[in-house]
């Protein structure tokens, strides 16, 4: 079971982090993915990162401005976020796979659990 956190309200420019824990265990054979859903729209790509290798894969939308960490127990993966736009409000989900191609982690379908979702809301 994952279980997201963090969001809240942000001013534009500003820095946030959600975090992802998995409960009961680790995610250190998996892949984890943050995804994102705005109102009247479809659930997108954020990142992602091979909990085992570290190798991570991000949207051309947040490259450069968001960075996904694992923790050092790999039970927790987290989503830092900087210079945050009105555009990122969202509820954001993690998901997580043991599927390792990295190919593939862009896509919702790959991932067999998901988290309840946070919501992040930046003001313009």
């Known amino acids: 079971q994952l279980q997201a956190y963090g969001g809240g309200l942000v001013q534009t420019g500003g820095s946030l982090r959600v975090s992802c824990a998995a409960s009961g265990g680790t995610f250190r054979t998996y892949t984890v993915g943050w995804f994102r859903q705005a109102p009247g729209r479809t659930r997108e790509f954020v990142a992602a990162i091979r909990v085992s290798s570290g190798s991570t894969s991000y949207s051309d939308s947040v490259k450069g401005r968001f960075t996904i960490t694992r923790a050092n127990d790999r039970s927790t993966v987290s989503l830092q976020m900087t210079n945050l736009k009105p555009e990122d409000t969202a509820v954001y989900y993690c998901?997580?796979?043991?599927?390792?191609?990295?190919?593939?982690?862009?896509?919702?379908?790959?991932?067999?659990?998901w988290g309840q979702g946070t919501l992040v809301t930046v003001s313009s």
């Open positions: 998901a997580a796979t043991r599927t390792g191609i990295m190919s593939t982690m862009a896509v919702a379908d790959s991932y067999g659990y």
